[in-house]
């Protein structure tokens, strides 16, 4: 008998049934092993780093509102990741596993549209903190792109390609956060309009071209797809896998940034710590303004 596709189907076969399943269950086991042994290692990383953390001296970074801003856009955005792609791909093997596991997709949908409240919500909460919060104020005024930013890509880019030994004398915030962070309100702006649009086409199109809708879907595919790459590429970058960082950077959990690491990186920011607290930084324990 030649080999064809009837010779070849599972159904037809009960040996090749059994070695399928023998093959899943020692994938499983052997992948879901290394796995499990790699994140003890991690793990034991982190808290050494975390551990060094609590015993160093430090300089709070965020604040509790900026820390709890932050951890509802972090939870928000990987919901309305994980669901979005879920929803225009529902067919893929990795959302019939979501099914099964009860994330069916009307409850897809509903978590979309929650987490897309909170978003905006999340937004308004951190307008609010821009507008009327002293310290808001001036983390977005460290925010403000400057000229001295093109200057600080330029010599950090040098410097990293051995034509230049002097390290840059980054501010409180340099160019990788401040790009960072206006990307975001600008990818978060984008969402939240063609996500309404999407959400409520029959008073969209009132308003606006009946074309609006078919383009707010395009936009906001392909702007999600933006931000995403964007966060796994670059901000991933810089808080998990730089080697100054790895295997994490615990100041997105504590607001508390190592002065050491303030003194490396941040000099500039550094400087006006010492004219703010008039000797070399803070004492450990303490926190320092920032």
Request: hydrophobic share 50%.
């Amino acid at each position: 008998m030649s080999y064809n596709h009837r010779s070849a189907g599972l159904e037809n076969n009960p040996v090749n049934r059994l070695v399928r399943m023998a093959y899943l269950v020692l994938i499983a086991v052997t992948i879901g092993g290394m796995v499990l042994h790699n994140l003890v290692i991690i793990n034991y990383y982190l808290a050494q780093r975390r551990k060094q953390s609590l015993q160093s001296e430090y300089v709070v970074r965020f604040d509790r509102s900026e820390l709890a801003q932050h951890l509802a856009l972090t939870i928000s955005f990987a919901v309305l990741v994980i669901t979005g792609f879920a929803l225009r791909f529902p067919e893929a093997w990795w959302v019939r596993g979501l099914a099964e596991l009860g994330l069916t997709e009307p409850v897809r949908s509903t978590l979309h549209r929650i987490c897309g409240v909170v978003l905006i919500l999340v937004s308004l909460l951190h307008l609010y903190h821009v507008l009327f919060v002293k310290r808001g104020r001036e983390q977005f005024g460290a925010m403000v792109p400057r000229v001295q930013d093109v200057k600080d890509l330029w010599g950090n880019l040098k410097f990293y390609t051995w034509r230049s030994t002097n390290h840059v004398e980054f501010d409180r915030y340099d160019y990788t956060h401040k790009a960072e962070y206006w990307a975001l309100l600008w990818g978060t702006v984008v969402m939240v309009i063609t996500g309404l649009i999407l959400w409520f086409p029959e008073r969209a199109v009132n308003l606006l071209p009946v074309a609006a809708v078919t383009i707010s879907q395009t936009i906001h595919y392909y702007e999600a797809w933006l931000a995403t790459l964007a966060i796994v590429v670059w901000h991933f970058f810089f808080v998990i896998f730089h080697p100054e960082a790895y295997p994490m950077s615990w100041t997105w959990i504590t607001g508390k940034m190592p002065l050491e690491a303030v003194r490396k990186h941040h000099k500039g920011w550094h400087r006006k710590i010492i004219e703010t607290t008039g000797d070399s930084g803070p004492s450990a324990g303490t926190d320092a303004p920032a």
